[in-house]
């Protein structure tokens, strides 16, 4: 019996390919919506993880906060890194950066490139690998000397001649620099910075002789214990306000976050972005559903008379409210399979443009045709009743 | 009479306006048809042919009387899935515009109402193939209605009828669509009722057509003016 309900309905829809296909692609694009929401979401969860997963639980990071009116500017500094070096009891190890825009010149015209001014144990801490020549030293950091290690692109495009980069002077800003060594290509980005395109000094200099005030300073701590994140967050905080001469009355001049609560940002916001998404394909796929309700009212209105027919020769209410009830899911759920085809589809395209993160996810095609379904089930509903109960003489009436 | 297969008392059918004026169609008919009979009911448009049929056919409620089938006082009854299994079970309905489903085959279309009925889907084509063939349609079974002459998409609607071996047959101008010799052709048929016991109620309006029944009731502004039985014609 469902089968030849099933086939009557495929048929009747075969029958009006055109109307089919357009009531279709609503729920199409609104599954295609949800697939690509879950994309991006797991996108984004897996692109905090991959931005977290060298913190160690016990870091916390300082951060200059500029822009405030209650203090103006900020006094953070790279130097502050060595005061809680040795002012604070909870810490291990602090490390300084500063990073900011510069132009670079060898010879011929000036490029822009970033600069990061480093501490010298930045190559292992970030696991970069040195080609050509050397990394700077502690020496070279606490002596402020302009000791250039340029990025692997960078090295390419300044001695585009061949000229060996190692022991040539470059000018970075308005200051020359000798080049002690050249990095290997990463590839990637590392954070906001793509180390390939950098030029990186000893903080210290980069930050005296170049960026001045208009760098952006950021100092990584390691405290000693995950236990001890909060009192070393409290004594690093009374350590620097006392360092930047603070008033009572007057706000930090810097941020600090520990790695906890950098994730939880992170995260509160990658999930901001899927409730968002999530919102928009609700949307779509009630539209869609209110375009596939106007459908079968039409298919009902265009069969009255076959419901008549169907009611004198004992067709029951239930038959009729079956057969478009049926037709509305059938139709609904070939257009969530498709939207689904579509959206998986659309996956390896929207990455490439690389924008964006997306990742597959199974939620996304098991949601979307779930709610194909019920798009189906819930707008046909009423329809498919109303042709129920039709009365069976006004019905065969109609032509 | 004891084997009443039909019977109507002071039945009364009323329209409603949405202004909420009445407009009675039936004016208290009384009628009983007994199993076996074939009636021709004739009348003038207007004069409530139709709807007396649709009555019987339990497609519309009588507004006020009593309506027996086999005995038993059905016009009180508004439950569909009754109603509904005494249209599929105890009636079948053949129509002037043949009203049958373009999408389907001959062969669906007449297994359709045993669909409605439930019965496994080889057991209702085997009846429905059988029924083709013996109304001379056995070489049509997968032929759309679209495909088929007018008369024999009234052959194919009257199997359609049959199926479900009903007891009663309903035909409201099954002739009206037809030249002379398919219309000869489809009287044959309903003739041959007569030799299964089948009570045939058809509405008409042409007289030649209503000489096949037994008996011809005349209807006016919804009341029974004539009732007489006749010599039927043998075609």
Not at chain 1, 331 to 345: A, E, N, Q
Not at chain 2, 2 to 9: C, H, T
Request: glycine share 10%; aromatic share 6%.
């Amino acid at each position: 019996m469902w089968r030849e309900i099933i086939i009557m309905s495929l048929e009747s829809l075969l029958a009006k390919k055109t109307r089919t296909v357009l009531s279709m692609l609503g729920i199409i694009i609104g599954v295609a919506t949800v697939i690509a929401v879950f994309a991006i979401g797991q996108g984004a969860q897996n692109a905090v993880n991959a931005q977290f997963q060298n913190l160690s639980a016990n870091s916390i990071m300082i951060m200059s906060n500029r822009g405030r009116e209650a203090t103006g500017s900020s006094k953070l500094s790279v130097a502050d890194a060595a005061v809680i070096r040795e002012q604070a009891a909870q810490v291990k190890s602090a490390a300084g950066a500063i990073t900011g825009n510069v132009s670079v010149a060898y010879g011929g015209e000036d490029k822009s490139y970033s600069l990061i001014g480093a501490d010298s144990e930045y190559l292992s801490i970030s696991n970069l690998t040195v080609a050509s020549g050397r990394f700077f030293g502690p020496d070279e950091v606490a002596g402020k000397e302009m000791a250039a290690v340029l990025g692997a692109t960078a090295a390419a495009d300044l001695f585009a001649d061949g000229t060996d980069p190692i022991g040539a002077t470059v000018t970075v800003g308005a200051k020359k620099a000798e080049v002690i060594g050249v990095l290997k290509k990463v590839g990637g980005r590392l954070g906001p910075l793509s180390v390939d395109e950098a030029v990186i000094l000893p903080n210290t200099a980069a930050e005296k002789n170049i960026l001045g005030g208009r760098g952006m300073v950021m100092i990584n701590i390691q405290a000693d214990s995950v236990d001890n994140i909060e009192a070393a967050t409290q004594e690093i905080t009374a350590i620097l306000r006392a360092e930047h001469k603070l008033k009572i009355d007057q706000e930090d001049d810097f941020r600090i976050m520990d790695a906890g609560s950098m994730v939880a940002t992170a995260q509160e916001t990658a999930k901001m972005m899927s409730y968002l998404l999530t919102a928009i394909a609700a949307i779509t796929l009630l539209v869609s559903g209110i375009g596939i309700m106007n459908v079968m009212f039409v298919t009902v209105a265009e069969r009255t008379k076959e419901i008549g027919i169907a009611k004198a020769i004992g067709g029951k209410r239930a038959d009729i409210l079956w057969q478009f009830l049926l037709e509305s899911v059938i139709l609904s759920m070939l257009g969530g399979l498709i939207g689904i085809g579509l959206g998986l589809g659309l996956i390896p395209l929207v990455a490439k443009i690389n924008i964006i993160t997306l990742a597959y996810s199974w939620n996304g095609p098991i949601i979307g045709f779930s709610f194909s379904v019920l798009v189906g089930i819930f707008f046909g509903f009423y329809p498919a009743f109303k042709a129920s109960r039709l009365d069976p003489v006004d019905a065969l009436r109609s032509e | 009479m004891v084997n009443a297969e039909i019977k109507l008392i002071s039945a009364r059918k009323s329209y409603y306006l949405s202004s909420g004026e009445e407009i009675p169609v039936l004016k208290g008919v009384n009628l009983t048809i007994a199993k076996g009979e074939f009636v021709a009911i004739m009348g003038e448009s207007g004069g409530g042919k139709t709807t007396l049929l649709n009555i019987i056919g339990c497609l519309h409620p009588l507004t006020d009387g009593e309506y027996l089938l086999s005995g038993e006082n059905i016009g009180a009854v508004r439950d569909d899935f009754t109603l509904a299994f005494i249209r599929n079970k105890k009636m079948g309905f053949v129509f002037q515009q043949f009203n049958l489903f373009a999408r389907l085959s001959a062969l669906k279309n007449v297994a359709l109402p045993a669909l409605y009925l439930g019965r496994p889907r080889l057991e209702r084509e085997n009846r429905a193939r059988r029924l083709l063939e013996s109304v001379g349609l056995g070489d049509r079974l997968e032929h759309r209605p679209s495909e088929l002459s007018g008369g024999q998409q009234q052959r194919v609607a009257i199997c359609r009828a049959l199926v479900n071996e009903p007891d009663i047959i309903l035909a409201d101008e099954p002739t009206g669509a037809l030249d002379s010799e398919s219309g000869l052709e489809i009287m044959r048929i309903f003739r041959d009722f007569k030799k299964q016991n089948k009570t045939v109620v058809m509405v008409t309006h042409t007289a030649t057509v209503a000489k096949f029944a037994d008996r011809i009731i005349y209807l006016r502004d919804g009341q029974v003016i004539s009732d007489n039985y006749q010599l039927a014609s043998k075609y």
